[in-house]
Every structure is written in C-alpha cells, then in structure tokens.
Nanobody
Framework: VQLQASGGGLVQAGGSLRLSCAASGRTFSAYAWGWFRQAPGKEREFVAA?????VYADSVKGRFTISRDSAKNTVYLQMNSLKPGDTAVYYCAASPYYDGYYYEARKYDYWGQGTLVTVSS
C-alpha cells in the first residue's frame, strides 16, 4: 500500500496550490482521508479530513478544501489565499475510522511521503 503526495511548490502569498494524494495497493472507499502539515521546528498539525464528515482546522477554514475521487483512489487539497504561515511539509493519510477521530494522527494507518509547500511574502 502506498500513498503518493504531489503538487507542492513555491507560491507567493495570496496564491493557490492543489495537492494530490494517490493511493495504490488497495481501495480506501471505507476510509477517511486526512491532510496534516509540519512546519520547520514545529509539531505536526491537523489540516483537514474527509470521512462521513468534512472538517478543517480553524487556521485554514474558508481557504482550503478537501475532496476525494473514489474512482481514482485520490484525495485533493485545494489551497487558496495562501499565507507564509502555511509553509510546511504536507502529508496525506488514510484512517479506517470513517466516522471520527479525524484530528488524531495516531488513528491514521497509512501516510504519504510529504510534499513541501513554501509560501513567500
């Protein structure tokens, strides 16, 4: 089983990026998907998740959108109005807890390798 994250890069403040996370090796139709991020010198933090519900961290609410294409076994994170504070390595993850525990990284079984997002001021 492998999660492959892509789409990171360098963008100016106010710009947009779309991250993708493609899964292979099994289907994740009954799984919740999540995005987490880790900035330099900081702990990993929750960004967004989509299972039976869709939830966002307060810091990204209204700017980021998580979506999934079950047919492609892929989840996306559309990031708009990016800020320098969004600079981090972004990780996708899959959790068997479709109905909850979205915010808890330890509940996710599968993780992508991370993709770097850098937002310049």
């Amino acid at each position: 089983v492998q999660l492959q994250a892509s789409g990171g890069g360098l963008v100016q403040a106010g710009g947009s990026l779309r991250l993708s996370c493609a899964a292979s090796g099994r289907t994740f139709s009954a799984y919740a998907w999540g995005w987490f991020r880790q900035a330099p010198g900081k702990e990993r933090e929750f960004v967004a998740a989509r299972g039976r519900r869709t939830v966002y961290a307060d810091s990204v609410k209204g700017r980021f959108t998580i979506s999934r294409d079950s047919a492609k076994n892929t989840v996306y994170l559309q990031m708009n109005s990016l800020k320098p504070g969004d600079t981090a390595v972004y990780y996708c993850a899959a959790s068997p807890y479709y109905d909850g525990y979205y915010y808890e990284a330890r509940k996710y079984d599968y993780w992508g390798q991370g993709t770097l997002v850098t937002v310049s001021s």
